[in-house]
């Protein structure tokens, strides 16, 4: 039988949704939530379409990050989601470990997707503040598309920024907004809210074993 602590830990969780609480065990967290990104960064899922009678072209390599970031909001929240993305973008910075897609150092502000990267710190606000309103189905709906679309909207005005400085011609910037947004971003909201949802239920459970 389920014992009285946990009854009222999970009863507590559905009606306040509280922070994950600070202890040793949260800052363990944060650590393997930046391994899991750093991981993201550099899996790639295969789609090929043709494997099911479809032509050929509809190959697809996806790169999980942006779930992995609404993930990581949704389970940590504000506080400890931020420190997970800052620092991700610290270790890249500074050069210390090639965290990013294309290595890393202080020049990778120049490349055309560290809009995106940046943009990891507003979604984490966004869905962890929709987060605090709820767990409806609704609040997770709500939670996946604000996240996947700040990401998006700051890394194209990043990329097209960068690509006007570098004298890119327009076909150019629309060939790297559509490589880098449009083509993934089905892709972003779906996978963002099975992410989210399984966030959802980790939560729940992190924080009665925390509390």
């Not at 999980?64 to 800052?86: D, K, M």
């Not at 965290?99 to 995106?116: E, I, K, M």
């Not at 189905?137 to 990329?159: E, Q, R």
Request: with cysteine; proline share 2%.
């Amino acid at each position: 039988m389920m014992n009285k602590r946990v009854k009222e830990g999970i009863k507590k969780f559905h009606t306040k949704n509280p922070r994950i609480k600070f202890c040793l065990g949260t800052l363990a967290l944060v650590g393997l939530c930046v391994m899991f990104l750093i991981i993201a960064t550099f899996t790639q899922i295969k789609f090929n379409m043709s494997d099911v009678g479809l032509d050929s072209y509809l190959k697809f390599e996806y790169i999980p990050q942006i779930p992995v970031v609404l993930f990581i909001a949704a389970l940590l929240g504000e506080c400890w989601g931020l420190l997970t993305i800052l620092l991700y973008i610290g270790f890249g910075l500074t050069g210390i470990y090639p965290v990013f897609a294309l290595g890393g150092g202080l020049s990778y502000v120049f490349q055309y997707n560290f809009g995106y990267i940046l943009a990891f710190i507003f979604a984490v606000i966004l869905v962890s503040k929709e987060f605090k309103k709820g767990t409806s189905f609704l609040n997770l709906i709500l939670a996946t598309l604000s996240g996947v679309f700040i990401i998006h909207i700051i890394g194209i005005l990043y990329l097209t920024i960068i690509a006007m400085l570098n004298n890119d011609s327009f076909e150019m910037i629309i060939n790297l907004i559509y490589y880098q947004s449009i083509s993934k971003m089905l892709y972003d909201i779906v996978l963002g809210f099975l992410a989210i949802l399984i966030a959802k239920g980790s939560r729940r459970l992190l924080w009665i074993i925390m509390g």
